[in-house]
């Protein structure tokens, strides 16, 4: 594909949506066809999908459930919003995406590697991210900026469980960082937001530069 996918994974209060939206700037002002979007989420279908699993609707139904609602939610986003997008030739950045599934549902929900495996392999359909930035933070650090950011909003399904359950998934993205090296960077976020954010430009320049992508306005 002639694109470029580019996702951000991590915990909450990482910055993800601050350093998404400066990247996008900084990408458009290079003249490049930037799509963000977002999971759960991301296309009409997604959306209401993202509904029912942040609301905790489907929290009775059991982890196995959601983690399939979430597959549901992502194959009708590659479909309808990602694939089309890269074969267009855009750069495509995506907070969250399967490594989310795999951290919050396959590691801190206990289920089967096979199941979930099956589950990302016919969602994601073979558009695999060219480039993850995992944004890790400490544990407490991340829940106070997210605390900060919902002032007095409420916190959703996920963002409510305890502090064990975010720092296992701290260490289920470092490893999997880890196991994948090639795709994935780790970003230490507790940095300043302009630091985190030339450091991200620096791998996505190198990035394009690798992909030799055409710049549509120097073309
Ligand atoms: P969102 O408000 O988009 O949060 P954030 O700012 O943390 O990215 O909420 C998405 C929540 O859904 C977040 O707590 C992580 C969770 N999630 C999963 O559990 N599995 C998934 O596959 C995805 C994409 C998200």
Known sequence: ?????????????????TQIDGLAEHLRSAGYNVVVTREPGGSPGAE???????????????????????????????DQVIRPALLRGSIVLCDRFMDSSRVYQGVTGNLDPDFM??????????????????????VEEGLHRADKRRGSGTADRFEKEGMAVQQARREAFLALAKAEPERCVVIDAAEDAESVANEIAFHVTELIEAKKMANPEKA
């Open 117 to 138: 495996r099956q589950l990302e392999k016919v969602a994601v359909d073979g558009v695999v991210p060219d480039r993850t930035f995992i944004l890790d933070i400490d």
């Open 1 to 17: 594909m002639r694109g470029l996918f580019i996702t951000f994974e991590g915990g909450e209060g990482a910055g993800k949506s």
């Open 48 to 78: 209401a999908v993202r509904h029912v699993l942040l609301s905790g609707a489907a929290e009775p139904l059991g982890q196995d459930i959601e983690a399939v609602l979430f597959s549901a939610a992502r194959s009708d986003h590659v």
